[in-house]
């Protein structure tokens, strides 16, 4: 059964979204790599702050979808898919995407995007009620009947076309945005124009289908067109990319591959053969699942070798020893990757959680310290309010770990138990401390 149109539309937009499209939540929800995330910021934020935009207040998600994918949501948010950035072939082509989205924030296209999804179900509805009207006259059989189908037809016809005129100008108007910020940071847009060539192969695909990124990306003639020119008139078309994004990109495609294709796929994307640093790095993280932790830690210590102080070829060490039960092990290498890269709350938490599994209170108090700096560096990170608590429980503190179960109940939308769990802090903590005071505040923002 088809739905009806408005509820098709929403579903499918995923070009900057009010909310994330369901589609992509249940196909794994988000993924977190300190790595991905450090290299995929170390890119954009040039791009960021040229916008005029707050560095620090724009967050980048990594979706996990086959779907190649990108869009904005909820203010100054950008999602891209695993899909999308396996399939880039440099990074220039994922900064071209970042660029092009970040045109859509800077233009305020979310708060005009609201209006247009209005204005599309309005001339939807009217379509639907003057069909129905139709249909109820005649019965909703023979010509009249037909008709009232065809009354229906037209007025979502209508609202898609208009709506689809409306993303159109504002892809147009992004892309122009996307090609000012990289000459701004004389970037070439040699990117973004390959990443529209791939999207245009991905439209042929899907002829006849409906592909959701065009959807809401309209890709037209015009739209190459202009890009391409760009390029002919630019001084920077010609800039050389940068060889230390060049190298982040390929270790981030086969990070990837390793962790998400199935292990016969990944050895034949990255052979035995393939001696290079990103094909080792794949086979060592496909070993390490399949399982096969001798192979595994053998390529991941090579690596080391090569680069002593790389934090996340330590971390990779580190999850391996720790996910196949060498808990103890594991704690020199990650804490190795926190003293290179301290100020990663993903570094410090995969630390902290070796450090819980020792069961001890020297390392559940270097556990705490750990997850205290976390939670500092990302607030909003449940992972690390969720074993903050489990480790202060572990020492005994049940005021502090109430509150910080609190903190992480109420950033996963679980407000009962963040009441709950804010009423359990509040008679267990100092009156008028700041941790106190911190559990009212959830106390009303969970009642609200």
Do not use: C
């Amino acid at each position: 059964m088809k739905k009806p149109f408005f509820r098709r539309l929403v579903a499918s937009l995923s070009a900057f979204a009010l909310v994330m499209p369901a589609s992509l939540a249940a196909a794994g929800g988000i993924i977190r790599d300190a790595e991905i995330e450090n290299s995929i910021l170390a890119w954009s934020t040039p791009i960021f702050i040229t916008a005029g935009l707050n560095q620090k207040a724009v967050s980048l998600y990594i979706v996990n979808d086959r779907e190649l994918n990108a869009f904005v949501s909820g203010g100054q948010n950008v999602f891209l898919t695993t899909g999308l950035l396996m399939r880039s072939e440099n990074y220039t082509q994922v900064v071209g995407v970042v660029a092009h989205e970040t045109g859509h924030i800077a233009g305020g296209h979310l708060a005009r995007m609201e209006d247009a999804i209005r204005a599309a179900q309005a001339e939807s509805i009217i379509g639907m009620i003057l069909g129905a009207g139709v249909i109820v006259a005649g019965g909703g059989r023979g010509q009249s009947g037909q008709a009232g189908g065809a009354v229906m037809a037209g007025g979502q016809g209508i609202a898609t076309r208009n709506f689809l005129k409306y993303t159109r100008g504002q892809e147009a108007a992004a892309d122009q945005a996307a090609l000012t910020y990289l000459d701004q940071t004389q970037q070439s847009s040699l990117g973004l124009d390959q990443f529209l060539g791939i999207l245009s192969k991905n439209e042929e695909l899907y002829s006849g289908k409906i592909d959701p990124y065009m959807l809401s990306h309209p890709l037209t003639k015009d739209r190459l067109d202009n890009v391409r020119h760009h390029l002919e008139i630019s001084p920077f078309s010609g800039v050389p990319s940068n060889p230390l994004f060049e190298e982040e990109h390929a270790r981030m495609r086969a990070k990837l591959v390793g962790f998400m294709q199935p292990f016969k796929q990944a050895l034949r994307i990255y052979p035995e053969s393939d001696t290079t640093l990103e094909g080792r790095y794949a086979r060592s993280i496909a070993y390490y699942l399949k399982p096969d932790l001798p192979k595994a830690l053998a390529l991941i210590d090579g690596l080391i070798k090569e680069r002593p102080n790389d934090p996340f070829f330590h971390e990779l060490k580190g999850q391996m020893l720790f996910e196949n039960g060498h808990t103890a092990e594991s704690i020199a290498p990650y804490q190795k990757s926190v003293d290179i890269f301290p100020q990663s709350a993903l570094l410090r938490i995969g630390l902290a959680q070796a450090e819980l599994a020792q069961n001890t209170s020297a390392f559940n108090k270097a556990a705490i310290a750990n997850l205290v700096a976390a939670v500092k560096q990302e607030k909003r990170n449940a992972s690390g309010w969720k074993f903050l608590g489990i480790a202060y429980g572990k020492e005994g503190h049940i005021g502090l770990a109430s509150l910080s179960l609190a903190e992480q109940f109420l950033i996963i939308g679980k407000k009962t138990d963040a009441r709950q769990q804010a009423e359990r802090a509040e008679k267990n903590l100092a009156k008028g401390s700041p941790s106190w005071v911190r559990a009212q505040d959830i106390l009303l923002a969970a009642k609200n």
